[in-house]
């Protein structure tokens, strides 16, 4: 086949995506997978029967859509990460309320974070997600020249926001945000009237951006079969092996993060039965998973903070709501550093200690800028590559498989929403700790 035939058939598979796009009712995430398959018979039909200048030629078009997608990713990071810090900062009513609630939950958010940012790295390498793939000249990188842990520590300090925007400097403009939506708290306690042309602006602008990813989001699919297309025609069947070693390492790395950390918190700080614990969260736990959207699950989420696990109605409707938008262990910590080892394994990167560091630091950072992300996981890990100087390609790359994993992300996040209810009802005295040992979870069916 000439170029011209292997560029029609590309061109016909994007059209399948579009057409069942437009005219059938299937969800996203099935027309993601159905692009990881057509994607993979594209590409691996051109490893084994093309000629290589055949090959060669059909993989620079292919690898356009695939990066033209990224590069969209990327446009994203500058205005959606401040804008949803600051408007999820903001959310808070008053400075009383981020000192008393606001510090013990965030705080525990932000050490959950970092505990699974490290299980993912841990996982990650334990596993090798991403040994002896082959991915051609997908993304080409600069070698690393990270190598002063204390001088990247101080490049943290946001001194020019401005330049740290432009030149993708990711954490210092974290910094400058989370200052900047403090700094708004306590405006807002003292003359809130000031401060409300500002919320409306920022949650109006916020919705835009919104909007905007996802719109870029849409494109999943196409990205995808491009990316696919083209890594497949490189490497062959062993990059089939990788993904779904890939996968297996993410849910075991979301099952011990639910089992030792959230499990050992609620021992050790409410002293109560881990499994009883998670028994009646169950319910909470079962919606996640099967909707994979830990908004969509909030209200059986606060139910069954103050029905099952007897946490004060204060808390349950301060955590609940706050957790679903910055509390995102599994997104934010466990699959960005999971797909980092994943970029640095499949492009022959050699990550240094300071990577490895800045890695968990911006799992730390990231999660406070979740505020209403949809598909989370993805702008965290594009922070997180771009932040470490990885291929941001490999976002793409494990896109085809992430509807596998997220039922696991998501149910790891709410999790740790429900967690950090107990853990923090119970160091104000408004978690009922009597009433939670007592209760018959067989016939427990209310959720007052």
């Known amino acids: 086949m000439s170029v011209v035939l292997w560029l029609g058939v590309f061109v016909l598979l994007l059209a399948v995506l579009i057409v069942l796009d437009k005219r059938f009712t299937i969800p996203f995430s099935v027309r993601v997978?159905?692009?990881?398959?057509?994607?993979?018979m594209f590409g691996l039909s051109l490893f084994f029967f093309a000629e290589s200048s055949v090959s060669q030629e059909v993989r620079r078009w292919t690898a356009l859509v695939g990066n033209g997608y990224v590069d969209l990713l990327r446009m994203l990071i500058i205005p959606l990460v401040p804008t949803s810090i600051i408007a999820g900062l903001l959310r808070l009513s008053n400075t009383g309320e981020l000192k008393k609630l606001g510090v013990r939950t965030i705080a525990l958010f932000l050490l959950t974070a970092t505990i699974a940012g490290i299980i993912g790295l841990v996982i990650g390498s334990l596993f090798s997600v991403g040994s002896g793939m082959v991915v051609g000249e997908?993304?080409?990188?600069?070698?690393?020249?990270?190598?002063?842990?204390?001088?990247?520590?101080?490049?943290?300090?946001?001194?020019?926001?401005?330049r740290s925007a432009s030149e993708m400097q990711m954490i210092p403009l974290v910094v400058f945000s989370v200052l900047l939506g403090i700094a708004a708290i306590t405006?807002?306690?003292?003359?809130?009237?000031?401060?409300?042309?500002?919320e409306a602006l920022l949650e109006g602008f916020l919705a835009i951006v919104m909007q905007l990813t996802m719109m870029v989001?849409?494109?999943?699919?196409?990205?995808?079969?491009?990316?696919?297309?083209y890594w497949l025609s490189s490497s062959g069947l062993s990059a089939l092996l990788q993904l779904g070693l890939f996968v297996v390492a993410m849910i075991t790395a979301c099952l011990l993060h639910m089992g030792l950390v959230y499990g050992g918190l609620v021992a050790a700080a409410a002293k109560?039965?881990?499994?009883?614990?998670?028994?009646?969260?169950?319910?909470?736990?079962?919606l996640a998973f099967s909707s994979r959207s830990s908004l969509g699950s909030l209200t059986m989420t606060i139910s069954t903070m103050k029905g099952r696990l007897k946490v004060s109605d204060r808390v349950a409707n301060f955590v609940g709501p706050l957790g679903a938008v910055m509390n995102m262990d599994a997104c934010g910590g466990i699959f960005p550093a999971m797909v980092a080892i994943f970029a640095a394994n499949a492009f022959g990167i050699d990550l240094t200690l300071s990577q490895y560091v800045l890695i968990v630091v911006v799992s730390i950072f990231?999660?406070?800028?979740?505020?209403?992300?949809?598909?989370?996981?993805?702008?965290?890990?594009?922070?997180?590559?771009?932040?470490?100087?990885?291929?941001?390609?490999?976002?793409?790359?494990?896109?085809?498989?992430?509807?596998?994993?997220?039922?696991?992300?998501?149910?790891?996040?709410?999790?740790?929403?429900?967690?950090?209810s107990v853990v923090v009802a119970n160091s104000l005295g408004e978690f009922d700790k009597k009433a939670f040992d007592e209760q018959d979870l067989r016939t427990e069916l209310a959720f007052a």
């Not at 997978?33 to 993979?40: C, K, Y």
């Not at 993805?378 to 992430?402: K, M, Q, S």
């Open 272 to 286: 109560i039965n881990p499994l009883k614990f998670f028994r009646a969260a169950s319910p909470a736990l079962l």
């Open 187 to 198: 405006v807002k306690t003292k003359h809130p009237e000031k401060i409300q042309p500002i």
């Open 217 to 229: 989001l849409s494109l999943t699919p196409y990205g995808v079969l491009g990316l696919t297309s």
């Open 366 to 420: 990231a999660s406070l800028g979740s505020a209403a992300v949809p598909m989370g996981a993805t702008a965290f890990t594009v922070i997180t590559l771009t932040t470490v100087g990885l291929p941001v390609e490999a976002v793409g790359l494990v896109a085809g498989v992430d509807f596998l994993v997220d039922m696991f992300r998501t149910m790891t996040n709410v999790a740790g929403d429900l967690t950090t």
């Open 138 to 162: 997908l993304a080409k990188r600069e070698a690393n020249t990270i190598t002063n842990l204390f001088s990247q520590f101080r490049a943290f300090i946001p001194s020019n926001p401005i």
């Open 33 to 40: 997978f159905t692009s990881l398959i057509l994607g993979a």
